[in-house]
């Protein structure tokens, strides 16, 4: 079974940092791609980053650039992604999510497995 699980979330104040991670079991993400999304309450699920497995490209939704960086280690088959200078309008639940069925890396739809997701506050 396949499981993909978010660890590295918490509370934090503004302008400081978190690193969030992203582990998969059952599956390796080698010619995949990693998708971090977000959520906030009673808003709409945002593309936050992603990285292609194959050439380890990296992309970024308008929340993550300048600020947060996605990287990956092989080894641990697990995907991170650095936040830095968080706001307060950061706060959401982070879900990272990878099998890929379509070209487009920005679009939730486009994933089939999912995490459970992992809370971030950001306190002003």
């Known amino acids: 079974q396949v499981r993909l699980v978010e660890s590295g979330g918490g509370l934090v104040q503004a302008g400081g940092s978190l690193r969030l991670s992203c582990a998969a079991s059952g599956r390796t993400f080698a010619s995949d791609a990693v998708g971090w999304f977000r959520q906030a309450p009673g808003k709409e699920r945002t593309f936050v980053a992603a990285?292609?497995?194959?050439?380890?490209?990296?992309y970024y939704g308008d929340p993550a650039k300048g600020r947060f960086t996605i990287s990956r280690d092989s080894a641990k088959n697990t995907v991170y992604l650095q936040m830095n200078s968080l706001k307060p309008e950061d706060t959401a639940v982070y879900y990272c999510?990878?099998?890929?069925?379509?070209?487009?890396?920005?679009?939730?739809?486009?994933?089939?497995?999912w995490g459970q997701g992992t809370q971030v506050t950001v306190s002003s």
């Open positions: 999510a990878t099998y890929l069925v379509r070209d487009s890396v920005v679009a939730g739809e486009g994933y089939k497995i």
């Open positions: 990285i292609r497995w194959a050439d380890n490209s990296p």
